[in-house]
């Protein structure tokens, strides 16, 4: 059975050196991905994460060194945004609750099929957005597209956009820092784990209570709000929201470091990789993090912080 394996964009550049000749540190690693992936044994899905921060590179060569890199293995594989995959999650748990038929997400998170990677097939526009030539030839013009544009030099508006973002983001994570650090230390990953949960999902549970004809007392008896224990394993399992509440829990309580602009985009490609691929290479930072949240023995996934590690498996 293929391996999914997730690298982080660093990762990916250390890849990329090695295949331009430029850091033979990962040769010997490298000619074994390029043998792997040819015999279809291992899989490396690119995300949305990948995409933003290869089109905001503006060095023409850099920039297409890393493109013929995700071109030469990425083989069309995608992984879905966090955003979407808490969606699923969300609706799979409540209709497992009520014995009602569920999908795989295996096979929905990780797709042959590289617009994945922004959520479109999810989008119910997709049929009407895409004439029926381009949808009989979906698998060439998706990867010709995503790779066109990786390829195209960002427009200063766009890259403008994202830097805005992702100081918001910044922004979002130092209030979170604030409040969490305010509750009682006994209490304060659960009450964070609540909140967030129901600040993410309450729409969703009337939406879906709405749709099944219940009402707002039949969550009461589908879950044992009285059982602590019980309560933190429901929040939990909507595997996505987890790992990305359990990150960002994690790096609040790092009184040694401040938070970064990227910090949540690393903890957006980690929120989906941990539980839906079978190895993570990450930084150091979040192999540490990952690891005193004991993530990878949650989701049964081997993490590793050095490319060189794959030779391990």
């Not at 990677?117 to 698998?139: A, R, W």
């Not at 956009?161 to 992702?166: L, R, T, V």
Request: charged letters at 30%.
């Amino acid at each position: 059975m293929s391996k999914f394996i997730y690298l982080d964009q660093n990762k990916w550049i250390d890849l990329a050196r090695s295949l331009k000749g430029k850091d033979s540190k990962f040769d010997k690693v490298r000619e074994l991905i390029e043998e792997k992936v040819k015999n279809d044994e291992w899989i490396f899905p690119i995300s949305i994460i990948h995409i933003i921060e290869t089109s905001s590179r503006l060095d023409d060569r850099t920039r297409n060194d890393l493109v013929d890199t995700f071109e030469m293995f990425y083989n069309n594989y995608s992984i879905l945004p966090y955003i979407y995959c808490e969606m699923f999650e969300i609706d799979n748990i409540l209709k497992n609750l009520m014995k009602l038929e569920t999908i795989d997400l295996n096979e929905v998170v990780i797709q042959n099929n590289s617009l994945n990677s922004v959520g479109l097939k999810q989008n119910p526009k997709y049929d009407s957005y895409f004439s029926e030539t381009i949808k009989n030839n979906l698998n060439i013009i998706e990867k010709i597209s995503f790779i066109n544009i990786l390829r195209k030099k960002i427009d200063i508006n766009e890259l403008n956009e994202i830097e805005k973002d992702n100081l918001e983001y910044k922004s979002g994570l130092e209030t979170i820092r604030d409040k969490i650090n305010k509750y009682p230390k006994q209490y304060a990953y659960q009450i964070f784990l609540v909140e967030s949960f129901f600040e993410r999902f309450s729409k969703s549970l009337v939406l879906f209570a709405n749709k099944h004809n219940l009402k707002k007392e039949a969550y009461d008896t589908l879950i044992n709000f009285n059982d602590q224990k019980c309560v933190l394993g429901f929040l939990e399992s909507c595997s996505s929201f987890h790992a990305k509440t359990s990150l960002i829990y994690s790096i609040s309580k790092d009184q040694y470091r401040d938070i970064d602009k990227n910090d949540f985009k690393d903890i957006a490609a980690l929120s989906t990789a941990l539980p839906y691929c079978d190895v993570v290479v990450t930084e150091k930072l979040w192999w540490h993090h990952v690891k005193s949240q004991k993530l990878d023995e949650k989701y049964n996934s081997i993490i590793f912080r050095d490319l060189n590690s794959l030779l391990n498996l």
